[in-house]
T-cell receptor
Framework: NAGVTQTPKFRVLKTGQSMTLLCAQD?????MYWYRQDPGMGLRLIHY???????AKGEVPDGYNVSRLKKQNFLLGLESAAPSQTSVYFC??????????????FGPGTRLTVL | KQEVTQIPAALSVPEGENLVLNCSFT??????LQWFRQDPGKGLTSLLL?????REQTSGRLNASLDKSSGRSTLYIAASQPGDSATYLC??????????FGTGTSLTVIP
């Protein structure tokens, strides 16, 4: 049981390049989330998904796209990276709110630098 | 929009001391509140989850309380140890599907 995993762990991009971050969970969770963490800003929600084939915008969605083609995977894409997207990105998953213990589980993070 | 505040931003205590971390939120219509621990360069580890209908949860030396009407939660750590040094984050889940995080309290326990 690996929990939540993220690929890659580190990445350096040049402005304008694109990339995809992969999140995978093996807990059969319905809900998945992408956050970014910046100094002094805390964690902010980028996009989330409440089930396979669904996505929704969070607090800071601009410049990012997501897809949830399979229940266990949630992809975060940057089409044209900007220096303002330099951050640590975390993926999380949780069960449906109606379940008895619907805590969030986090992946180890991806440290992204955009030059 | 939900605002979550954690005070103090940093705390330093001698080993063995009991301590309290605070979390406040502006919108009391929450589904649950979760406390996390984050070590430098690492992801978040869940410590305790309190449902909106609950008043407190306990795990080992940790006790978290929730007063939804006043928009406050506390995390009590008993008999602190150097291994407790980390950043502690609280997050509230609104009755929608979004979580809102505080900026955390950085705790240092001095041997």
């Amino acid at each position: 049981n690996a929990g939540v995993t993220q690929t890659p762990k580190f990445r350096v991009l040049k402005t304008g390049q694109s990339m995809t971050l992969l999140c995978a969970q093996d807990m059969n969770h319905e809900y998945m989330y992408w956050y970014r963490q910046d100094p002094g800003m805390g964690l902010r929600l980028i996009h989330y998904s409440v089930g396979e084939g669904t996505t929704a915008k969070g607090e800071v969605p601009d410049g990012y796209n997501v897809s949830r083609l399979k229940k266990q995977n949630f992809l975060l894409g940057l089409e044209s990276a900007a220096p303002s997207q330099t951050s640590v990105y975390f993926c999380a998953s949780s069960s449906y709110p109606g379940t008895s213990y619907n805590e969030q589980f986090f992946g180890p993070g991806t440290r992204l630098t955009v030059l | 929009k939900q605002e979550v505040t954690q005070i103090p931003a940093a705390l330093s205590v001698p080993e063995g001391e009991n301590l309290v971390l605070n979390c406040s939120f502006t919108d009391s219509a929450i589904y649950n509140l979760q406390w996390f621990r984050q070590d430098p360069g690492k992801g978040l580890t869940s410590l305790l989850l309190i449902q909106s209908s609950q008043r407190e949860q306990t795990s080992g030396r940790l006790n978290a309380s929730l007063d939804k009407s006043s928009g406050r939660s506390t995390l009590y750590i008993a008999a602190s140890q150097p291994g407790d040094s980390a950043t502690y984050l609280c997050a509230v889940r609104n009755t929608g599907n979004q979580f809102y995080f505080g900026t955390g309290t950085s705790l240092t326990v001095i041997p």
